[in-house]
């Protein structure tokens, strides 16, 4: 596995969807989670706030990872859908966000405050979004880091992205998160689990993956 920037990513020209997660009725329909959030991540909340005061900018901070994933055989719509679902519900930090709220005493001090709201497993709905076809390496390239950039920002939800770059025999599955929700070690065990998930689902078998314990 290389870990390289995106602008430098190989990735063939083709057909570019964007696979959009989202949960009927929006956080209102999710529940309040009291597990706290770690020092870290309210830090880095905080710091992409002041980012879109200052600048008035929700997204462009760069602070995100992602993966490609590359299969060599036609792209099966129904399977990647099955996929990307499949694996939300398997990572609970995929239904999880959280919220600066902020609250002030009586005297005017502001006393910092964060609020968790996740959603269960089977909520997550996704979307198919068409942007085009591509037959410029470069601009599709740009086209992807771009909308990355801007749909990764910690916050809002989901602060994460699918993508795929189909061909006649090939595919590639493309996925960003902000750095609040995946690190290196868990990249690399999401390329295994996404090509299983996936040769499951288009073999309309059950996955050996393992249960997984969740990073809340």
Same mark, same amino acid.
């Given at each position: 596995m290389e870990f390289i920037q995106i602008l430098d990513a190989d990735v063939r020209p083709g057909g570019l969807v964007e696979w959009v997660p989202s949960v009927p009725g929006g956080l209102g329909s999710w529940h309040r989670d009291p597990r706290p959030t770690s020092h870290n991540h309210e830090q880095h909340l905080r710091a992409a706030h002041e980012y879109r005061i &200052?600048?008035?900018?929700a997204g462009g901070r760069e602070a995100w990872l992602g993966l490609t994933v590359?299969? @060599?055989?036609?792209m099966s719509v129904p399977a990647? &859908? #099955?996929t990307i679902l499949a694996w939300i519900n &398997?990572?609970? *930090?995929? &239904?999880?966000h959280v919220v600066l709220d902020d609250q002030r005493t009586d @005297?005017?001090?502001?006393l910092p405050n964060t609020a968790r709201y996740t959603t269960d497993p089977g909520t997550v709905k996704l979307t198919m979004s068409r942007i085009g076809w591509y037959s410029d390496p470069s601009l599709l390239i740009e086209q992807i880091a771009g909308s990355f950039d801007r *749909?990764? #920002?910690p916050l809002h939800w989901p602060a994460y992205r699918f993508a795929t770059v189909a061909r006649a025999d090939s595919f590639t599955l493309l996925f960003a998160a902000d750095h609040s929700l995946v690190d290196g070690y868990s990249l690399v065990t999401a390329h295994h689990e996404l090509r299983a998930l996936y040769r499951s689902h288009r073999d309309r078998h059950g996955s050996d993956l393992p249960p997984t314990g969740s990073y809340l």
């Open positions: &200052r600048t008035q900018r590359e299969f @060599d055989e036609p990647v &859908r #099955a &398997r990572h609970e *930090v995929l &239904r999880t @005297d005017g001090t502001e *749909v990764t #920002a």
